[in-house]
Structure formats: structure tokens, C-alpha cells
């Protein structure tokens, strides 16, 4: 398994940004694509972005797609995700996980994830 580690998250008005970012630990990093997910109150794990191992292909939740950024810097064993123009909407706990699979949309394909880390928009 890979140690995952959160930080970024933070109280931000509707319309600014927040950079997470999540440091990795343990298994060889370079070797997981790795992917960000959100849960809000009362609502169920939602997947938000991924990355492949290299960095070559990123994916999004639509609703994110146009104003977020998920990137990696295997040197540094460290996956971002820059999310900008933030809703009240964004309101969750975004947790970083990593896999070997390539379903990495779905959470059941993830074996190591975070702690999380709050974001909270208000209004």
C-alpha cells in the first residue's frame, strides 16, 4: 500500500481557489495512478479526478472538468489538484487514493487512501 497525506483544504468564498495537494509514501509512487474523490454531508464518495502514472492522461467529474487542474510530480511523490471559481457546491472532505487499476473512476478500485482533507465554500 502507499501512506497518503492531505493538506490544502481551507474555508475559501465562492469564487476563489484552493490548491490540494496530497504527499505519498510507501509503494513506489510512480507506479499508481492516483485519483481524488469528495464526500459532502448526507451524500455519498464522489469521484472528482485522476491521473495515470505518468502524467499523461487526466480525467474529470464533469462538474469540476472546467475549472480544475490534477497534476503529479513523481519526483516529489506529490498529486495536486488545483480547483478554481469554487462553489458552495465543492463543500466536501476530498480524499487522495491511489491504484494499480485502471477503472479509476469507481473507489472499490483504490487500495490506499488519505485521511482527507475539508474544503468548504461559503457563499
Known amino acids: 500500500q502507499v501512506q497518503l497525506a492531505e493538506s490544502g483544504g481551507g474555508l475559501v468564498q465562492a469564487g476563489g481557489s484552493l490548491r490540494l495537494s496530497c504527499a505519498a509514501s510507501?509503494?513506489?509512487?510512480?507506479?499508481?495512478?492516483m485519483g481524488w474523490f469528495r464526500q459532502a454531508p448526507g451524500k455519498e464518495r464522489e469521484f472528482v479526478a485522476a491521473?495515470?502514472?505518468?502524467?499523461?492522461?487526466?480525467d474529470y467529474v464533469d462538474s469540476v472538468k472546467s475549472r480544475s487542474t490534477i497534476s503529479r510530480e513523481n519526483g516529489e511523490n506529490t498529486v495536486y489538484l488545483q480547483m478554481n471559481s469554487l462553489k458552495p457546491e465543492d463543500t466536501a472532505i476530498y480524499y487522495c487514493?491511489?491504484?494499480?487499476?485502471?477503472?479509476?473512476?469507481?473507489?472499490?478500485?483504490?487500495?490506499?487512501w488519505g485521511q482527507g482533507t475539508q474544503v468548504t465554500v461559503s457563499s
Open positions: 487514493a491511489a491504484t494499480r487499476n485502471l477503472n479509476w473512476r469507481s473507489g472499490a478500485a483504490y487500495d490506499s
Open positions: 510507501g509503494r513506489t509512487f510512480s507506479n499508481n495512478h
Open positions: 491521473i495515470n502514472r505518468s502524467g499523461g492522461t487526466t
